[in-house]
């Protein structure tokens, strides 16, 4: 229902193939850490996890309807008159990993040792585990825990940055409902899933808390002790707004055809106001459990979703901006922009504003923060603030 009206089918083609929404991209996906090698200047970070943090979406800065050339400055992979996603996700482009050059841990600044991103798009908590641990390659690539073992026996790492869970909790299939519920069958998608959300919460906070018990593992196992080294574990931002702060209207199809946030407003309020809190919520608590630090980021693209009113589209008369484009991927289904995998994630605006987070969260040895940015502001302007 839309307020306390049913939604009506409209007489409109779809332009979102149904065939290509049921198949819609894993939403959240996401190198080589300090045993013998104690004496690395300023010691390592290593950033692991899923899409969010692995810079999945990376290739964009801002979104543009404009399907041809540089897609008005959006597309970062078109050069030469072609399109190579390699300049931005380098090999990782051919396993579907999606490490970016504006991923998070790439994007901070100050960082005074060696960086690592093992992070991989699409992967959940079992492709974090040791393979010990019964962990499972993922893409071609080792258990991330193992390959986290061998950067630290080479590397003095002090800090790991871990972004999982949001595939554990089937992010994807709540996208590919609500996205469906607008697209096909004009009806809510919120209290299906927020039922199978409360179903999922308890085992994949328990898988996030077994990802991190392995991860000390590792460490442990290549000489590292307690206060060595720190777990940062990140929540998700959110990347779409609610519905008062949406510039298009829920009637027509405008966040279908320009927009590419297809979400009714009620699915968009629950998305935005009960989901992502919950998700935040039960990491943090699972941080706090686990002893480690917990960086909150459910509120850091702020004005900068997609289709927010605050942000806009860019166009061959207005460019991108980190101040004025919207700081996540629109939703694609591969057929003109890139690929449907990058859809709701952070962009490269996005990313340099995690980053930035990063940074700042690095500076504070201790404590819960979450990191929020400034109105009128590009990723300079992201503040942490400490959780009581």
């Known amino acids: 229902m839309i307020g306390s009206a049913t939604p009506v089918r409209r007489n409109r083609p779809l332009r979102l193939a149904v065939a290509a929404l049921t198949t819609l991209f894993a939403v959240l996906g996401f190198g080589s850490g300090t045993g013998a090698a104690h004496a690395a200047s300023g010691g390592a970070v290593v950033s692991m996890g899923d899409s969010y943090i692995s810079g999945e979406a990376g290739r964009w800065q801002g979104n543009s309807d404009t399907v041809s050339g540089s897609r ?4 970062r992979a078109y050069v030469n008159g072609g399109y190579d996603p390699t300049v931005v996700y380098g090999p990782t482009y051919s396993s579907g990993c999606d490490r970016s050059d504006t991923a998070e841990v790439a994007s901070a600044a100050g960082l005074p040792g060696a960086r690592f991103n093992i992070a991989c798009s699409g992967a959940t908590t079992t492709n974090v585990l040791r393979a010990a641990d019964g962990g499972q390659s993922y893409k071609g690539e080792a258990p991330q825990a193992d390959q986290l073992a061998q950067i630290a026996a080479n590397n003095a790492v002090r800090t790991v940055v871990l972004s999982i869970g949001g595939n554990d909790l089937g992010f994807s299939s709540v996208i590919t409902a609500c996205v469906e519920d607008y697209e096909v069958w004009y009806s809510y998608c919120h209290g299906t899933q927020q039922q199978n959300i409360a179903a999922a919460l308890p085992g994949a906070m328990a898988n996030v808390g077994r990802a991190i018990d392995s991860i000390n593992a590792a460490m442990t196992a290549d000489g590292y002790t307690a206060g060595s080294y720190r777990i940062i574990l990140q929540s998700y931002p959110s990347p779409i707004p609610r519905s008062a702060e949406n510039r298009y209207p829920e ?4 966040r279908t055809d320009s927009g590419g946030c297809p979400f009714w407003n009620g699915d968009s309020d629950w998305a935005r106001d009960t989901l992502i809190p919950e998700i935040s919520s039960a990491l943090r608590t699972e941080a706090q459990t686990k002893g480690v630090q917990f960086l909150d980021l459910q509120d850091a693209f702020q004005g900068h979703e997609v289709c927010a009113a605050s942000a806009q589209l860019a166009t061959s008369s207005q460019p991108p901006s980190p101040v004025a484009s919207e700081w996540a991927r629109f939703l694609t289904t591969g057929a003109t922009q890139g690929t449907m995998q990058e ?46």
Do not use: K
């Open 72 to 75: 008005s400055g959006t597309d």
């Open 251 to 254: 009637s027509g199809w405008s």
């Open 343 to 388: 859809s709701f994630h952070p962009n490269a605006y996005g990313q340099r504003a995690l980053g930035q987070c990063l940074s700042l969260i690095y500076a504070q040895p201790t404590g819960d923060f979450a990191c929020d940015n400034t109105p009128g502001r590009d990723a300079s302007g992201m503040t942490l603030t400490a959780l009581p």
